[in-house]
């Protein structure tokens, strides 16, 4: 699955409507590294701009699939682009596979001379957005709490 957008979306409605293949394979975001949960806001219209917003964080891949059964079993080793998800009714042939996300994360290597898409506008506004409502619902912080 690699639509350069709402890939999560896109996903959670496959599984939720009973499509669940024995593998699975997604491109994530490679830019956020676990334990980072990042999808991009739904946008029906979306036009990737050949930037970093697009997808989910494989942290937010991770999550939805375990919801249906699956587990990670590897990255893309030399890109960091798509994340191989497999049905736990086959995870008897995978006994050598770590159980920890961050060692499965690869990192972006899409081009051989830069690492990562160029920044969005809309990525940053996204996180600072998250970040503002965070704080709207916890309140202000003693200096000695924070």
Known sequence: MDLDGN???FVEELLSNGFLPRLFIVEYNAKFMPPIRWKMDYNASNIWREDDYFGG???EFNDLFERFGYFLVCCNAVTGS???FVHSSCRGAFHDIPQEIDLLW?????HPVKCG????PRTVAQILSGIASVR????PKCRAEA
């Open 7 to 9: 890939d999560v979306y």
């Open 57 to 59: 964080s494989l942290m």
């Open 82 to 84: 798509n994340a191989f």
């Open 106 to 110: 690869v990192a972006p290597r899409y």
């Open 117 to 120: 898409h160029p920044v969005s």
């Open 136 to 139: 709207k619902t916890e309140g």
